[in-house]
């Protein structure tokens, strides 16, 4: 008996003793957005590590405010991945004891300045920090989260590199696409009745544009002066469409209501900040967002089939 006893406890030390191996490489990284948060989830495939995002309600991330069960989640965190920039200055303070903070506006050399490029002077200049709408800044943040998982996680250090590897290659693929598909057109205009924040991707791939509103302004009624600016644009264009981001863009029926044909139709371009978790379906991830948004611009410039 003594015996089976001894051998029942070796067996209940082996089991605490692995349970406590495995819980050793078991952490959490949190995210602002979805887009942070796919790109993670890529990175850790077939890892225990725990992965969310503090936007994935649905609000725009713009929008967000600061909770205390956010705080608590971010601390105890070993990463926290988000934009940067002005508009988001504020979660320095709030997260300041976070152990890693990823900054992503900062890992960027070549900064754009927002612009509406409206014929408006603007005395405020702000960077723009819509940088994971650029598959090509994509590519290089999933580089830099890589090497910082591999030096808090060596031991998973190989599923990272492998999992790099595959998904650096579909962001790779994609932005190859990009490029193809739209140099088939070579004068590329968009005119946005709405907020733009898309000066990152239309800069990879030589894309103009003009907007009621620089990055994501919290503006919604456009000056009669801009209406009239814009469509104009789209008279002297010839353009058959008028861009929006998702939700609703107050003023794109009057901007195609002051155009000559006044018969344009509206194309929507997804800026992946409201994308809720709980209404994702499958399938849905960035990079097939960013296919859809593909999939709009070849319309907008009627290239490819």
């Known amino acids: 008996?003594?015996?089976?006893?001894?051998?029942?406890?070796?067996?209940?030390?082996?089991?605490?003793?692995?349970?406590?191996?495995?819980?050793?490489?078991?952490?959490s990284i949190v995210c602002m957005s979805y887009s942070e948060y796919d790109w993670v989830k890529n990175l850790v495939k077939d890892t225990n590590i725990e992965v969310s995002y503090l936007c994935d309600n649905g609000s725009d991330i713009h929008s967000y405010q600061v909770k205390p069960s956010d705080k608590i989640k971010v601390i105890e965190s070993k990463m926290f991945v988000y934009p940067g920039g002005e508009d988001?200055?504020?979660?320095?303070?709030?997260?300041?004891?976070?152990?890693?903070?990823?900054?992503?506006?900062?890992?960027?050399?070549?900064?754009?300045?927002?612009?509406?490029?409206?014929?408006?002077?603007?005395?405020e200049l702000e960077y723009d920090n819509h940088t994971w709408l650029s598959l090509k800044n994509a590519k290089s943040f999933i580089t830099y989260i890589k090497n910082k998982l591999i030096e808090i996680d060596e031991v998973n250090k190989d599923k990272y590199i492998n999992n790099y590897n595959n998904?650096?290659?579909?962001?790779?693929?994609?932005?190859?696409?990009?490029?193809?598909?739209?140099?088939?057109?070579?004068?590329?205009?968009?005119?946005?009745?709405?907020?733009?924040?898309?000066a990152y991707l239309c800069k990879d791939y030589n894309i103009n544009y003009f907007a009621a509103f620089k990055g994501c302004s919290s503006e919604i009624d456009a000056k009669a002066e801009t209406i009239t600016f814009l469509a104009n644009k789209i008279d002297e264009l010839d353009l058959k469409y008028v861009m929006t981001i998702e939700g609703n863009a107050n003023i794109k029926n009057a901007v195609i209501n002051a155009t000559?044909?006044?018969?344009?139709?509206?194309?929507?371009?997804?800026?992946?900040?409201?994308?809720?978790?709980?209404?994702?379906?499958?399938?849905?991830s960035y990079i097939n967002f960013m296919n859809q948004n593909l999939n709009v611009l070849k319309k907008a410039f009627e290239v490819g089939e």
């Not at 693929?173 to 140099?183: F, I, M, R, T």
């Not at 070579?186 to 009745?193: I, M, P, S």
Request: charged share 35%.
């Open 167 to 198: 998904y650096y290659k579909e962001l790779d693929n994609l932005d190859k696409l990009y490029e193809n598909e739209l140099n088939k057109k070579e004068n590329k205009t968009l005119v946005f009745a709405d907020r733009f924040p898309f």
């Open 260 to 284: 000559k044909n006044k018969n344009q139709e509206v194309l929507v371009l997804n800026s992946l900040q409201g994308v809720t978790k709980s209404n994702l379906k499958e399938n849905d």
């Open 1 to 27: 008996m003594k015996k089976i006893l001894s051998i029942l406890g070796l067996f209940l030390l082996s089991l605490i003793f692995i349970s406590c191996t495995n819980n050793k490489n078991e952490f």
């Open 88 to 123: 988001f200055e504020y979660l320095d303070e709030a997260f300041r004891d976070a152990k890693l903070k990823i900054n992503l506006l900062d890992l960027i050399n070549d900064k754009l300045i927002e612009d509406a490029n409206n014929g408006e002077e603007d005395d």
